[in-house]
Each structure stands twice: as structure tokens, then as C-alpha cells.
């Protein structure tokens, strides 16, 4: 009875999550009429602002998780190391991006860095990247942080600080080559995560007006019929690459970690 | 006195925290003070509580309104099906194999929200969508005339869900491995059937764990803006919708309103994870 229960209540859901896959999937093979085609993909992958688009996405992405690595990883280094008492501020602000909805913080950003104002940034299209950049690295703030500190958590940061100071490090050396080596995956889980929040984002870069991948999906969407759903295949499928890649990363921390 | 003198005024530590805290009031804690204070500012300055008297109309009253019900709808049966899941994995006696693909699918799912997640709904359950259309042509229920319309408030909610529940797998999972087994047998023991092991020992025990969920989930419906916009583009009448055609063109015509409107979201999506982290914390007591 139980068992039946938990099958029924699976399947159902199995069935609510496959639907709409299966769906997209089917339409974005039947532009061509009476068959099945995959002209869609071809048209979608003939139109250069889809490169474009998909290209400048691909460098902010990119922009993001060096910058969010450049943060976060000596923040957190340092709040474990030195600053015990400051893990409760830090940790504070590191979930205030899941409290303060991104369409807030990006008119935030709007009215306190346009043209008139003391820092006008939105004025270029580098600052506007900049800002978008920042953005996306607050986004991916709460996910960045938590990966990252977790990791260090399983290392004894004390000591190998200590050890590689007596050998002469700096600060620097230790965190590009005894730090960073040692929470490698944490980082890569969360830059995956990072990727995938990036490539999608619609609000943020939608409002700054920047020719990034997630407004040129809606673009689409609002003007054609069959190419939407093949863009939601490609989407789909960039974000299961990424989570796979994540969940690899973690995979091969505990293999690691068994054999350690 | 010689001690005291390289001893310096400040723990010097905490200059290592000057690049973090840089950005954090850079980029999230000066832009949301200027939404913040804007709310309560006049067209040319000086406080004033005109804004929100000015943004209690009909229209906008009935935006936070949809919004919540809305946000709400959807972490009540997110919390649901996602509860049913995981205890389907978890305790139903389904092949353990079920467990890790279900796991790494929710991560996916909860991620793959926004605009192309609106067009896996609309190829679906759209007018000409793979459902529709063989729902009519197979069984001739036209849903259409059956008043389903997906570019609607329930469309919204069976879109939402699919981030919503995955989002309820993922952060329950854990809380219910945490169940102990012992737990059971004790209550076993002692006589109780299922029913009452369920009602006494533990659902109270996973309760602040679901209602945190709620919360958490509330707020991620509540600021959601792509999936909408994406679905039915600047018309429905909710808040984060509002809050974009106004960034973009002012349609309310004042600023300041702007602010008042974005000030509303913070407040509700604010409440809503403070109560989460309480309960979490809460929650965590018996998770150890």
C-alpha cells in the first residue's frame, strides 16, 4: 500500500517534470511542415546575435567567477584564519542576495550609478559591463561563499598557513599555491553554478540594456514560434552540462578525500 | 607604557575584510539604502510617507495581492509535491538508484527557470502545445474552452512549480535522512502506529524544516521576473512585472513610486527569510 503510494506519487511527478521537456523538444523539431526537421536549430544557429549574444554572456560568466573567485576565496580564507568574529557579518551579507530580489538591486544600481551620478558608471558600455559584472558576482554571491567555505572547512587552514609561512611564503604564495590548490573544487562547483545563473539572467541585463543571451531568448520568444523552444533545448542542456560538471567536481572531492 | 604603543587601536585584522565589505556596500548595500530612502522621499527630496499614499490604488493594491497569492500558491504546493517525492525516495521503498538521479534532476530544474523555461510551458501547454493539442485530437477536450488559459494566474502557477518543487527536494532530502531510525522504533516500541509516529515524533521534528521551505520558496516566487515577463510579456499585474515596465518607462508616472513599489518587495521578500533563517537555525537543533 505504501509502496504503491510512493510509486504513484513518483510517477506523477516524473510525469509533470518530463512533459514540458518532452514538449519543447517535440516543437522545436516541427518547423518543417508533416516532419520532423532540425531546422530551428538551423536557423537558430545561423542568426549571428545567437553568437553574439551567447559569446558576451559566455566573457561576463567568465568575468563573474574570476572576480567572485578573487573575492571569496581570500574573504573567506582570512574570516577563518584571523577573524572568527566576523563569520556572522560576513555570512550575514553573503545571503542578503537571496533576500533582496535582483530586479530591486539592479534598479538600485540604475538610479545610484547613471550618468549624473558621482560614479557614471551606466555612461559606457565597459562601465555598464563592469556593473553588470558586479551584478551577476552578487547573484552568485550566497552559492560562491557557501562552496568555498565549506571547502575550507575540510582543510586545516592554521597550519598549512603556518607551515608555508616558516618556509617563507607571503601571502599571496599562500593563497595562489597552498589555498586555492586545496579548495580547487569547492571553487569549481561554484563557478559551474555561477556559469548557469550567468548564461539565463534576463532582469539584470535586460534593465542595463546589454545584448546578453537571456534578453535575446525573450527577444525571440516574443517574435517567432519554433525557434524559442530549440533556444529552451539549448538552454536546458547548458544547464545540465553545468550542474553535471558540479556535481562531478564534488564527486571527485570525496574521492579524494576517501583515498586521503 | 612601550606596550601600549605597538599595540595598535584597531585589530588590524580586519583590513583583510576591506576588499569584501568594499563591495558588498558598493554594489548591495548602497543600491538597496538608495531604494530604501528613496521610498521615503519627495519628488525634490525630504521625507515623506506621500509615496506609499500615492501607490494604494486599485491597481497596485491588486499587483501585491496576485503577487502574493501567487508566491503563496506556489511554495504551498511545492512544499507538497516536493515533500511527496522525497519521502516517496526516502522512506517509500523505491529502488535506491531512484535517489541520486532525482537529487542531481532537482538541481537542474531549480536552476533552469526564466525565459526558457516559459517556452518549454508555452511548446507544451500553449495554444498549439504537444498537451493541447493531443488532448483535443485524441480525447476532444479543447482546454481552451474549458477556461485553461496558460498565459494566465494558474499558467504562473504550474510554470513556478517547476523550479519550486525541485527547490523543496533538494533543502527536505537531507532533513528527512536526518530522521533517526531509532526514533521510529522507540515510538514503535511504546506502541504507536504510523499514523501517530507521523503526528507525534516526526512532523513536529520536521516542521520548522518545512516551514523555512516555505519561506524560502515564497520569496523565490515573489521576485521572480523572467518567467513571467517571458510567458505573458508587460500585461499581467504583478509586482516584479510593475517593477520592470516602471525601471524601464516610468508607467506610473513618478519616480519616487518606483521606489515605494521596490520597497514593498524587500519588506515581503525580507519577512519571508527572516523567518526561514529562524527556523532554520530552529530546525537545526535536531539535525544533528
Known sequence: ?260 | MASKSRRLPFNAAWLGLLPFTAFAVLFLILPTMKIVIGAFQGQEGGFTLQNFVDLNTASNRNAYWTSIKLSFVTALLGCAVGFGMAAAVVFGGLPKGLRNPLITFSGVASNFAGVPLAFAFIATLGPVGLITVWLRSEFGINLRAMGFNLLSYWGLVITYLFFQIPLMILIITPALDGLKREWREAAEVLGATGAQYWRMVALPILFPSILGTFALLFANAFGAVATAFALTGPQLNIVPIKLFAQIRGDVLGNPNLGYALAFGMIVITAAANILYIWLRVRSERWLK
Request: proline share 5%.
Open chain 1, 1 to 260: 500500500m505504501m509502496r504503491f503510494l510512493a510509486w504513484t506519487v513518483f510517477l506523477l511527478g516524473c510525469f509533470y517534470f518530463l512533459m514540458p521537456l518532452v514538449g519543447m523538444a517535440e516543437f522545436s523539431l516541427r518547423m518543417r511542415r508533416g516532419e520532423y526537421s532540425l531546422d530551428a536549430y538551423a536557423v537558430v544557429f545561423a542568426d549571428p546575435r545567437f553568437w553574439a549574444t551567447f559569446g558576451y554572456s559566455l566573457k561576463l560568466a567568465g568575468a563573474t567567477i574570476l572576480f567572485g573567485v578573487l573575492l571569496v576565496v581570500p574573504t573567506a580564507y582570512w574570516v577563518r584564519l584571523k577573524l572568527p568574529q566576523a563569520r556572522p557579518f560576513v555570512e550575514f551579507v553573503t545571503l542578503l542576495p537571496l533576500v533582496i530580489p535582483a530586479i530591486v538591486i539592479v534598479f538600485g544600481y540604475i538610479r545610484l550609478y547613471n550618468t549624473s551620478s558621482w560614479l557614471p558608471m551606466t555612461g559606457s558600455a565597459l562601465g555598464t559591463d563592469i556593473l553588470l559584472t558586479m551584478g551577476y558576482a552578487t547573484l552568485a554571491l550566497p552559492y560562491m561563499y557557501r562552496a568555498v567555505d565549506t571547502g575550507l572547512r575540510t582543510i586545516d587552514v592554521g597550519t598549512l598557513t603556518e607551515a608555508a609561512q616558516s618556509l617563507g611564503a607571503g601571502w599571496i604564495t599562500i593563497l595562489a599555491r597552498i589555498i586555492l590548490p586545496n579548495v580547487m573544487v569547492a571553487v569549481l562547483s561554484g563557478a559551474f553554478l555561477t556559469l548557469a545563473i550567468v548564461m539565463g539572467e534576463f532582469t539584470m541585463a535586460a534593465l542595463l540594456n546589454r545584448p546578453a543571451f537571456g534578453p535575446f531568448m525573450q527577444l525571440i520568444g516574443a517574435n517567432r514560434a519554433y525557434e524559442p523552444p530549440a533556444l529552451a533545448v539549448i538552454a536546458f542542456a547548458l544547464t545540465w552540462g553545468c550542474m553535471g560538471l558540479m556535481q562531478l567536481a564534488t564527486r571527485l572531492a570525496k574521492h579524494e578525500r576517501a583515498k586521503a
